[in-house]
Each structure stands twice: as structure tokens, then as C-alpha cells.
């Protein structure tokens, strides 16, 4: 598993298998992917400009229990999709997006958190830990 910067930001990266996840919500509509996508991008643009500073507004959060890695979510709080993107910080600077997902029940999130960390951990023995 391999890391890509993601095009027209500084410090935002996602895992090669971030975008599958995401087009993966989507694949019955895709009029509403463009319309999330534009909503990702606009609150991609904030965590790019404030970091870890983001964590302290409404659509972004610190998962509890989450340790090595710490793992942080995304979300659209009025959203008709519930759509949620789980994402880490990287030397408290850049964000590297790691999994996206529905959640339609609390299970979900269960399921997208032991994904975040498999990816977490391939990102690792991939660059030896320098990630």
C-alpha cells in the first residue's frame, strides 16, 4: 500500500485505496458523487490550511479509543448518505485519508476503524515505519 498527495493541496495524502472506498458509496448515483466529492474537497481545503487545528470544528472529530495510530473522522453532519472519511496525522502536519465509508448503523464504523488500521499498518511495513 502506497501513499499519494492528493492533487491541488499541501499537506493532504491518501492512501491508494482511498479512492475506491469512496467511488464505492457511490456506484448506484453519480450525481451525487460529484456533489460529495465538491463537499470532501471544500472541508479537505480546511484540514489542508488548519491541520490538527481542524479537529475543534463540527465536521471533524477524534475517534475515541483510537491509538497508534490516532485515527480522526470526517463527516457531513446533515448528510442523506452519512458518508464518513477516517483519516491520521502524520508528524501533526499533513493528513493522509485512509478509508471512506456509509455509516448506515454503529457497526459500521466498527468495521471502517479495524479497515483504517489494516491500511495504517500496510502504509507502515511499506515505509518502514516512517510513516
Not at 58 to 68: A, I, P, R, S
Not at 91 to 113: M, P, R, W
Request: glycine share 6%; net charge neutral; no cysteine.
Amino acid at each position: 500500500m502506497k501513499i499519494e498527495k492528493v492533487a491541488g493541496f499541501q499537506r493532504i495524502y491518501q492512501a491508494e485505496s482511498f479512492p475506491g472506498d469512496f467511488e464505492a458509496m457511490f456506484v448506484k448515483n453519480t450525481g451525487e458523487r460529484k456533489r460529495y466529492l465538491l463537499w470532501l474537497y471544500t472541508w479537505l481545503t480546511i484540514l489542508d490550511q488548519q491541520g490538527l487545528n481542524a479537529v475543534t470544528l463540527q465536521q471533524f472529530e477524534h475517534l475515541k479509543n483510537t491509538t497508534n495510530p490516532h485515527l480522526y473522522s470526517l463527516r457531513h453532519p446533515h448528510s442523506a448518505i452519512n458518508e464518513r472519511y477516517i483519516y491520521m496525522y502524520v508528524d501533526g502536519e499533513a493528513a493522509v485519508l485512509l478509508t471512506a465509508f456509509k455509516e448506515k448503523n454503529s457497526g459500521d464504523y466498527i468495521s471502517a476503524i479495524a479497515r483504517a488500521k489494516r491500511i495504517y499498518s500496510e502504509l507502515e511495513d511499506n515505509n518502514d515505519g516512517s510513516t
